[in-house]
């Protein structure tokens, strides 16, 4: 009897061992041709036993006030069902934003270094972006695809103070003279982040949520509205 309940102690710490140091994997990919776009995102965990399908397959400009309107759609999904549905992004929106991240931050106890430590267990295995831009003018065309040679450099040297990057990422903004007006971006990333450390740092996270008075609540609160 005691070796088989040793047996089944083995055996169970090797599934946690397994499951701990197994790997969540973010794959995005963002598409933009003129006016159609696409992005998509996938996440795999426990050896790609779980997975999820998240995808955006229409972004609409309607105008300056009334903002973005982003038809969602989920497929794909053994935790969530399929659902599609439309939501609007304006500035109200995003204000709201800002100010429930605001606001978490003084509901929960060193969230800002809560954040830069977890991001630091993230790398990212590859990072490519690439980019066509065409105006009437020749000259507009190559001003702008340096301006967006300096803006892919800020934003990636950005995030390399953030996150390990594995492989140098791969940049590119080609100007195309004598063509109409076009404007053409693709953006393709894998991230990963150990089980492990993830479900430390939830816990963590929860640690000091509780730390603050009322923090449980204040959170629930915030989540509920969105």
């Known amino acids: 009897m005691w070796i088989w309940l040793g047996g089944i102690l ?6 946690i061992f397994l499951i701990l140091m197994s790997k969540v994997r973010l794959r995005l990919f963002i598409r ?19 997975s999820m399908h998240y995808q955006v397959p229409s972004i609409l400009l309607k105008n300056w006030r009334e903002g973005l309107e982003i038809e969602q759609e989920r497929s794909e999904n053994m935790i969530l069902d399929s659902s599609s549905k439309k939501q609007s992004v304006d500035k109200d929106k995003v204000n709201s934003w800002i100010d429930n991240f605001e606001r978490l931050m003084r509901t929960t106890k060193g969230l800002k270094k ?9 790398t990212f ?12 003018d020749a000259a507009h065309t190559a001003t702008l695809t340096g ?15 953030y996150v390990t990057l594995q492989q140098r990422p791969k940049l590119f903004v080609v100007p195309v003279f004598g063509s109409k007006p076009l404007f053409s971006t693709e953006l393709s990333c894998i991230a990963e982040i ?32 969105g």
Request: hydrophobic share 55%; with cysteine; charged share 20%.
């Open 10 to 15: 083995i055996l169970l710490l090797l599934v």
């Open 32 to 50: 933009k041709v003129n006016s159609d776009d696409t992005i998509k995102l996938d996440i795999t965990m426990l050896y790609g036993l779980i």
């Open 114 to 122: 809560w954040m830069s430590a977890t991001l630091r267990r993230v």
């Open 125 to 136: 295995q590859g990072l490519e972006w690439s980019t066509n831009v065409a105006l009437d």
């Open 147 to 161: 301006a967006l040679w300096g803006l892919k450099a800020t934003l990636v040297g950005w995030l390399s103070r």
């Open 194 to 225: 150990r089980c492990g450390y993830a479900i430390y740092a939830g816990l963590v996270l929860i640690v000091r949520v509780l730390k603050v008075k009322g923090g449980v609540k204040k959170w629930l609160t915030i989540l509920s509205k």
